[in-house]
């Protein structure tokens, strides 16, 4: 017959041999309070800390798992379930099953959101996905992908290259080459944030790398950062002071630099003209000139209207605008 009461107290005896390191007479407490009330879910996971600390880790699982069924079928507080299931986690560790083990800590966490056992999980999946990369590293695989894609991009067939670079950095992070073939290939899909991350890398991979530097300054030519362009074609430079290709960005950087310094120089001059800030500010020049720029066929129609050709020839003369 059932007896809560006495289970009780059999539960808290074995729970001091437990303290003692006396786990068999721990065992003997824990089994006799269980004969008495088979319905407690404690009851069975302090006899699953008993075989955990005897390093019998099958044997605990196991006991975990009913110990989970018994507090399903009664009802037991969450947090007790959740106790059973990182016990379970704990133990396949202990097994060095460490995905196994991952599994059991977030079936606990589903139940009960404990703060130590979330960073161990945490911590764990962060160590299961470093091993994977570390397991999945393999230069000679790494070399064969960087080719294939190489063979693509010089066909032109960006998007396969970029499939075959991916996978090459993923056997072999290190390699700074691998990067800036990547980087190449991103330039050419018009990627550029991307292809500059990439190129970043690359440097910090290898500083002395100079096709790094020279792609960098690549990417940064074709977002119009023409500074810090210089700055990559410099360091370049600073590596091989008579490399072709970066002496040849350098002058491309210098040049469109100084056409976007005069471009500003001109509007800042016209901005200064009172009647073109007063045509620029008008609602419907300012739809005018939008049209012009998405159809070059709408010139010549507003061109037919006196007042807004003597307008648009006030604007094409003060450098806004430009007309062929």
């Not at 004969?35 to 880790?57: G, H, M, P, S, V």
């Not at 966490?109 to 703060?115: A, G, I, N, Y």
């Not at 002058?251 to 001059?269: E, P």
Request: hydrophobic content about 35%; aromatic content about 8%; glycine content about 4%.
């Amino acid at each position: 017959m059932a007896d809560p009461d006495q289970a009780v107290i059999e539960k808290n005896l074995g729970n001091d041999f437990y303290k003692q390191k006396e786990f068999a007479k721990a065992h003997e407490h824990y089994d006799k309070a269980i004969q008495l009330d088979q319905t407690n879910i404690t009851f069975y996971t302090n006899k699953a800390a008993c075989l955990f600390e005897e390093k019998r880790y099958d044997e605990c699982i196991e006991l975990c798992k009913l110990a989970v069924e018994i507090g399903r079928d009664n009802r037991a507080d969450y947090k007790l379930i959740a106790k059973a299931l990182a016990r379970a986690g704990n133990s396949f560790l202990k097994k060095d099953d460490r995905k196994e083990a991952l599994v059991w800590f977030q079936k606990s966490l589903s139940e009960h959101r404990d703060p130590e056992l979330v960073k161990k999980a945490k911590t764990l999946e962060n160590q299961i996905k470093d091993e994977e990369k570390k397991a999945y590293i393999n230069p000679e695989i790494a070399e064969q992908e960087k080719k294939q894609g190489n063979e693509f991009f010089k066909k032109g067939d960006y998007p396969s290259a970029m499939k075959h670079y991916n996978e090459a950095v993923k056997r072999d992070p290190e390699n700074a080459v691998l990067y800036s073939n990547r980087a190449a290939c991103l330039t050419k899909l018009m990627d550029f944030q991307r292809a500059l991350d990439d190129c970043e890398m690359c440097i910090r991979k290898d500083k002395n790398f100079i096709k790094g530097y020279i792609r960098k300054g690549a990417c940064l030519t074709a977002m119009k950062e023409y500074s810090r362009a210089q700055d990559a074609y410099q360091q370049a430079l600073n590596i091989d002071p008579t490399n072709a290709e970066a002496m040849q960005g350098m002058r491309q950087c210098m040049q469109n630099d100084a056409t976007l310094s005069g471009q500003d120089n001109v509007r800042d001059r016209a901005m200064k003209d009172p009647e073109v800030v007063e045509i620029l500010q008008d609602p419907g020049m300012r739809l005018i000139l939008e049209q012009m720029s998405q159809d070059p066929g709408a010139v010549r129609e507003h061109l037919a209207n006196p007042e807004i050709a003597k307008k648009i020839m006030k604007l094409k003369a003060a450098g806004i605008i430009q007309m062929r």
